[in-house]
C-alpha cells in the first residue's frame, strides 16, 4: 500500500479553505484556528488522526546586546523590575511567536510590548537589528541566527531538553509545565475506516525510523515521533485545550 502526502502550506493563522484527501498539517488549522476564528470552512475536529510525525520546539531567542539577563528567571525578574519595557518580536497577531509569548506572560506573571511583523523572517531580522529585545520562535528557523552568532538561545520550549542542545534548559525548568511546540501531524478525511488508519500510521512510523529520514529531522532540530492514532488524537485534543486556553485568557481575537 502505497502512502502519499500532500503537505499543505499555511499561513501561521490562516484558516484553510481547501482540504486535500491526506494532509501533512501544521498545528494551526487542526488545533488553533477554531480558537481564534468565529468560523471556519471545515471541522477540524472531524479528521481522524493517523500519526504525529514530528516536533520542532518553540524557543525563547534574545538579541544579543539589548538583553542583559543570563537565564529565564533573571528575564523574568528584569521584566517585574520594569513592567512593559522589554519588546516582544512575534510573526504576527494570532500565530504561534504570539500565542506562546502569551502563555510566557501569563505563566511568569509579567508584561511584554508585543511588536507583530508579518511573518518569521522579518520579525528575526527586526530582532537581530535590535529594534526588539526577544521573541519565541521554531527553533528550526531561528537555531541559523544562533549558531552565527547573530542571536542568543535562552531557552527551549520542549518538557525536558533537547538531546541535540543538552545545555540548553528548557522555560520549564523556570516556569513548570510550560510547553510550546511547532509539530507535524498526518490526518486523514472523516470516517475513514479504522484498518486503513493503523496501517498508514505504521508505514509512516516505519519511514520516520529510516536513516535518511532521521537526518532530514535532525537537520530541522526536530524530534522524530511517528506516534500511533490513539496517542496521536490525545496529543491534538491536549494541544487544542492548551492553545484555546491561552486565546481566551489573553482575549486573542481575529477576524
Not at 525578574?77 to 522589554?86: I, N, R, S, Y
Not at 512510523?205 to 524530534?223: D, K, L, N
Request: net charge neutral.
Amino acid at each position: 500500500m502505497g502512502l502519499v502526502l500532500f503537505a499543505v502550506a499555511c499561513a501561521p493563522h490562516a484558516p484553510a479553505e481547501r482540504v486535500t484527501p491526506l494532509g501533512a498539517w501544521s498545528p494551526p488549522p487542526l488545533v488553533v484556528n477554531q480558537s481564534l476564528y468565529p468560523k471556519l470552512g471545515f471541522d477540524p475536529s472531524a479528521f481522524v488522526p493517523v500519526s504525529v510525525m514530528g516536533i520542532v520546539p518553540n524557543a525563547l531567542v534574545v538579541n544579543l546586546s539589548k538583553m542583559t539577563a543570563a537565564s529565564v528567571a533573571d528575564l523574568i525578574a528584569d521584566a517585574l523590575a520594569d513592567p512593559g519595557k522589554l519588546t516582544a518580536a512575534t510573526q504576527g497577531n494570532g500565530s504561534t511567536s504570539h500565542l506562546t509569548s502569551e502563555m510566557f506572560q501569563m505563566a511568569a506573571r509579567v508584561k511584554f510590548v508585543h511588536v507583530p511583523y508579518r511573518g518569521s523572517a522579518p520579525a528575526l531580522q527586526g530582532l537581530v537589528a535590535g529594534d526588539c529585545d526577544l521573541m519565541f520562535d521554531n527553533l528550526g528557523v531561528s537555531l541559523a541566527l544562533v549558531k552565527s552568532g547573530q542571536l542568543r538561545l535562552m531557552a527551549v520550549g520542549t518538557v525536558q531538553r533537547m538531546a541535540a542542545l543538552p545545555d540548553v534548559p528548557t522555560i520549564a525548568e523556570t516556569l513548570p509545565g510550560f510547553a510550546s511546540l511547532t509539530w507535524f501531524a498526518v490526518v486523514a478525511p472523516p470516517k475513514t475506516p479504522r484498518a486503513i488508519v493503523e496501517r498508514l500510521s505504521a508505514d509512516i512510523a516505519a519511514a520516520i525510523r529510516s536513516p535518511e529520514v532521521a537526518q532530514r529531522f535532525a537537520e530541522m532540530s526536530a524530534q522524530s515521533v511517528g506516534s500511533a492514532p490513539e496517542a496521536s488524537a490525545r496529543f491534538m485534543r491536549e494541544e487544542a485545550e492548551r492553545w484555546a486556553g491561552v486565546i481566551r485568557a489573553a482575549a486573542v481575537k481575529l477576524e
